[in-house]
């Protein structure tokens, strides 16, 4: 087996291990069923949302909060955090607000979300864009303005001013702080989902969790825990994909 084929099943090794110490624990009596169902359960659960044909809205609804959510925040990252990182001033004016701002947690905004924008699908997109904002915005930021002065000077000795200079020398300079960034932004979009899907929610991953804890079921709720992880790290091994093709053009 090549080295680039063994890493993927290296990886594969813990999520086994973890998967037969849960069976075990479960199995041992440690906790009751209905604190910790062993994997067999949690796996007719799935089949149980997959005949009622459930599973893929709440799937469908997660990922489109998430997706609509992180493209909004990661633009909003990207045009800020470019203003600070290039400017001293807008540095200086905006970035003390911003970073106090960011110390907020996710379920303080919930409140306010309602109270301003109601309980539609407007409050939870934009706290997800809230999440995807502060990763992006803090490390567009610091990238930009820790570029190396010496390519700067080289660019503006090419005749590079203002927006050629920030296209054709700034950015690409950039580039794999923002991949980075960007990863950074959708997985912490994730992370929102769950307290956006808090909001007078009827579908959605994050539905399903707090209704499995509504309802005692513990095979939902670690099967809703499961899905999120598993959507994260598709979309997150997707967008670092496209980012290393982007790094390679």
Known sequence: MTRRALKPAIGVILPVLLLVGWHLVASAGIYSAAQLPPP???????????????LWHHLAISTQRVLIGFAAGSLLGLALGGLVGLSRTANAAISPTVQAIRAVPSLAWVPLLLLWLG???????????????????????????????????????????????????????????????????????????????????????????????????????????????????????????????????
Do not use: C
């Open 40 to 54: 067999g359960e949690v796996v007719t659960a799935l089949g149980e949302l997959l005949r009622r044909g459930e």
């Open 119 to 249: 309980i539609g699908e407007t409050p939870k997109i934009v706290l997800v864009a809230i999440g995807a904002f502060f990763p992006v915005y803090t490390t567009v930021s610091a990238a930009l303005a820790h570029i190396d002065p010496h390519l700067v000077e080289v660019g503006r000795a090419y005749g590079r001013r203002g927006l050629p200079l920030l296209g054709t020398v700034l950015f690409p300079a950039a580039t794999p702080a923002i991949l980075s960034g960007l990863r950074l932004g959708l997985a912490q979009g994730w992370l929102f989902l769950v307290a956006a899907e808090l909001i007078a929610s009827s579908m959605g991953l994050g539905f399903l969790l707090i209704d499995s804890q509504n309802t005692g079921r513990t095979d939902v709720m670690l099967l809703a825990i499961i899905l999120l992880a598993v959507l994260g790290k598709l979309s997150d091994t997707l967008l670092g994909f496209v980012s290393q093709r982007a790094a390679q053009v």
